[in-house]
């Protein structure tokens, strides 16, 4: 069981901030494929890799980083502080 | 160090007069200050998301990374979150050194991280209605310089 | 834009509220200060000679230049001259620009031409007399870059 | 006549921070070596050219500008601003 949080249009099409989920997937793309398979609103979220960050633990990481041992896993466009 | 993640406004000015007052062996200090833009007199307003927990993590190390690389005597970071409204300061950087050459570099550094780096997402309220703000760019560039 | 040459203190704080305040259009402002450098505890002062007339021409011949060359929505320059207490603000910068690139680069081609280039002449008083402050090679090799 | 001023180090050498001088000096340096000549206090401040700068009317100049026209000439040390 890991926690998935969303933010910022990520969150606003998969219209929830986070949820429980309990996967098999190895990386953070298996996630992302698995994910886009539940329902058209993951597709949505999910449908362009390029406008997408991930943070694993709290910490920015790749797509093909592996999730063995990660409790909180984020999506969320790039960043746009400042 | 400082590093304020925060909804409350905060002033500038007296922000300024505050860190200035504290860096006893510096001569230059530098400030940087994000405002609400004000569009051609349209009345603006400001919602900024960001990652509790992350982005206080993420800003601390940004600020130890400056710190590590260049001669600061001290380092400020403050940065809203929510509701803002039009003209409002969203951050500030402050920066102090000896020679100005290093608070120059760090704020210029810190405001590169902060643009690009820090878990903050904007999003413009107009009268035409609300807009996540897209990243720059130029802003992704700008961290190649360091 | 605004040139202030004086024997007067000036608060930062106020001064920085005010600038940020004018720039409507603007979503970025940076200011510099120049603070008299507290030595080891050492009780400093400084005396600061300049040039009337010439000064506010040059610096002003320095901020229409900056402002031909960046896209800045305002521009301030204050500078002190007479007696200075320890950690007094000798001077301020201020730029306002839409990004930050513009605001940055205006005040640091700003300070080059101030610190080599505005006829300013800072004495340090102390424990062990007065000195002219030399210049440092540091200083007129910054302006190559501009 | 043209009006000479001493700023900062040079001020403090001469002893005084303007004076009025007749001159017949066609060029900075020309008149730079007739002060030279007049008391050793003017030595003192003139000897090193290499921290000496001058403005014509307001505005720098090198040491080999013509005086013609000029109603102003300041002498001062390298500029500490900022």
């Known amino acids: ?3 998935v949080l969303y933010f910022a249009w990520v969150r606003e099409r998969i219209g929830l901030p986070r949820e429980k989920i309990d996967t ?3 990386t953070v793309m298996e996630l992302i494929v698995e994910l886009r398979g539940r329902e058209e609103r993951y597709e949505m979220a999910f449908g362009d890799l390029e406008s997408l960050r991930v943070a694993l633990d709290q910490e920015l990481a790749d797509f093909d980083a592996p999730l063995a041992g990660v409790r909180e896993v984020a999506f969320f466009p790039p960043m746009t502080g400042g | 160090m ?4 925060q909804a409350e406004p ?3 000015g007296a ?4 860190f200035a007052a504290g860096v006893a062996g510096a001569g230059a200090v530098v400030t940087f200050t994000g405002l609400v833009r004000d569009n051609g007199g349209a009345l603006a307003a400001m919602e900024i998301e960001h990652y509790p927990g992350m982005t206080e993590k993420a800003i601390a190390a940004m600020v130890e990374q400056a710190m590590a690389r260049w001669s600061l005597a001290d380092a400020l970071v403050i940065h809203r979150y929510g509701q803002l409204a039009g003209r409002d300061p969203i951050m500030m950087v402050a920066t102090a050194s000896r020679h100005r050459a290093d608070a120059f570099a760090a704020a210029e550094f810190l405001m590169d991280y902060l643009k690009s780096r820090a878990p903050f997402w904007k999003k413009e309220l107009s009268a035409e209605g609300a807009e996540w703000v897209a990243a720059r760019d130029e802003d992704e560039a700008a961290l190649k310089r360091w």
């Open chain 1, 1 to 3: 069981m890991m926690d």
């Open chain 1, 24 to 26: 098999q997937a190895a």
């Open chain 2, 2 to 5: 400082r590093v304020c993640v």
């Open chain 2, 10 to 12: 905060f002033d500038l």
């Open chain 2, 15 to 18: 922000e300024s007069n505050a």
